[in-house]
């Protein structure tokens, strides 16, 4: 009898750990509680690693193919929009591609047998030694031979499993917020800083991405809240000069707005028992690296290769994939910090200082 397998999230790391699991011989089953692929956000980044995987997927060409501009002039400018400095951005092997086309290209790749639960999500779990027993959120009870947490940061898989967020999450004060509009064309990056905030107007398709960053403490609410995001937007982004009240409008009544924490998660072990966590939910980059999707892509693969090769030990196997895959993560955590300070200056001494270097 094959083995089964259960994934929560259907986005970049659950759609590629679907991919070489199927491939492997397990019977694949993925719950999303969205009502399909969640398409919507900033475009990403596939570098490294992660692009010979793709590669293995047969995937590489079509994703060139969707690849974003190559060269793009990208400005920073001053709050009455005059050049500061300027450059060209060459992405070199990297690919910049929009989110919903690499989704599309993972999505198509998915054999029929593999079982979508839309509109669904894990309410409890218990495991054992021999299985993981799941109830659904609509009542239906299954037993599956491993599930693995690919639900994000916010991974519930991970509170129900290893404990609250807070014991994992390193927030480094700072949040973000991202939406698609049309009301603002380009065909250049511009950069706007004054002290603790950032806001980014990018190509898009035929629209624009407007970014802003925004430093401050830790804040509460609840992140699935979009009319107390869109407050804090207000809040934190008034008084502001260049274009940022003008986009800060245009969020506020978009539909496509996406608001979070500048964070990572930060883990002892991945895996406990017959349960494991993979891309964002076991070591989110954080949103100034640019790494998140490489992360994701190439955790995926090492967590479904271990698993294959380990010849049913899946103790061995999910330690393999902790122990082989840190180090990298190890290496691309710290970037943020450098990011977030070139992204983000504090002062207007660190803007006008990064100018001069």
């Known amino acids: 009898m094959d083995k089964t397998v259960l994934i929560s999230g259907a986005s970049f790391a659950g759609l590629t750990l679907a991919y070489w699991l199927n491939k492997f011989g397990y019977k694949v089953t993925l719950v999303e509680i969205s009502s399909g692929i969640r398409k919507g956000g ?43 400095f300027s450059w060209n951005h060459s992405e070199g092997d990297d690919i910049e591609i929009d989110r919903d086309d690499l989704l ?57 499993i290893f404990g609250n967020e807070d014991n994992f999450s390193v927030f480094f004060g700072a949040y ?50 979009q009319t107390q995001q869109k407050q804090i937007l207000r809040d934190n982004l008034k008084n502001s000069d260049w274009k940022i009240p003008q986009i800060v409008e245009l969020m506020l009544k978009s539909e496509n707005l996406y608001f979070d924490e500048i964070c990572q998660i930060k883990m002892p072990s991945w895996a406990i028992n017959r349960i494991a966590l993979v891309g964002d939910a076991a070591y989110t980059a954080g949103f100034p690296t640019g790494m998140g999707t ?37 290496s691309i955590q710290p970037k943020i910090i450098d990011g977030l300070n070139f992204t983000v200056p504090k002062t207007q001494e660190e803007i006008d200082n990064r100018f001069n270097k």
């Open 294 to 330: 490489t992360l994701a892509i190439q955790g995926s693969a090492t967590l479904a290769k271990s698993l294959y090769g380990s010849r049913g030990d899946y103790r061995s196997a999910f330690l393999n994939y902790y122990e082989s895959y840190r180090p990298f993560v190890d």
């Open 104 to 160: 599309d290209i993972l999505e198509e790749i998915i054999p029929k047998n593999v079982e979508f639960l839309y509109q669904n999500r894990i309410a409890i779990i218990e495991q054992s030694d021999e299985t993981v027993n799941v109830t659904f959120k609509n009542g239906e009870n299954r037993n599956f031979d491993f599930v693995f947490g690919a639900d994000g940061t916010h991974s519930s898989v991970r509170k129900m």
């Open 42 to 84: 900033s475009p990403i980044e596939i570098r490294g690693e992660a692009l010979n995987i793709v590669k293995e997927m047969e995937l590489l060409e079509k994703i060139r193919a969707k690849r974003l501009t190559v060269n793009l002039n990208k400005r920073m400018v001053n709050a009455k929009n005059e050049t500061l």
């Open 176 to 225: 973000f917020a991202t939406c698609e509009t049309k009301e603002i064309p380009t065909n250049e990056g511009t950069i706007y800083n004054e002290p603790g905030r950032m806001a980014g107007l990018f190509p898009f398709r035929d629209s624009t991405q407007a970014i802003v960053i925004f430093r401050s403490p830790k804040l509460n609410y609840d992140y699935k809240n």
